[in-house]
C-alpha cells in the first residue's frame, strides 16, 4: 500500500476521478513486444541490465552486527532511524484507533495530518 499526503485538494480529485492502475505479470523475455520495448528502452538509458548494487561498506568493518530492518541494511544512524521508525509507527497506531474512524473518513483531517505528519 502507497500513502501520498498532499494539500492539494485539486490533486487528489484528478487522481481519484482519471486514473486506473492494472499491474500484471509479465514472464521476463517472454517475447511480450511491450516488455520487450521496456527492456530496450532500460538498456539504451542505463546500459548494462545486470548491474550489480555495491554498498560501501568502508564505515561498518569494525562493527559485529551489521544492522537490518526487513532484511534491508540500516546506512544512516541508528538513532535516528529508530526514532523515526517509532515516530511513524505512533503516528499509525493513534490515526487507527477507533475513536478516529469517523475522523479518517474525512478529508479535512487527512489534510490536517499532512501538516503535522512531515517529520
Known sequence: MIDIYTDSQSLIDMF???????????KAHSGNKFNEKVDKLIS????DLNLMINLKTDNMENLLVIPRWKNITI????????????????????F??????????????IQECDQHAKY
Open 96 to 109: 487507527n484507533q477507533n475513536r478516529n474512524s469517523k475522523k479518517n473518513e474525512r478529508k479535512e483531517y
Open 75 to 94: 546506512d544512516k544512524n541508528i538513532r535516528s532511524f529508530i526514532k523515526s521508525l517509532s515516530n511513524t509507527q505512533g503516528f499509525e497506531q493513534f
Open 16 to 26: 481519484n476521478t482519471k486514473l486506473s492502475i492494472t499491474f500484471s505479470k509479465v
Open 44 to 47: 539504451t538509458a542505463y546500459g
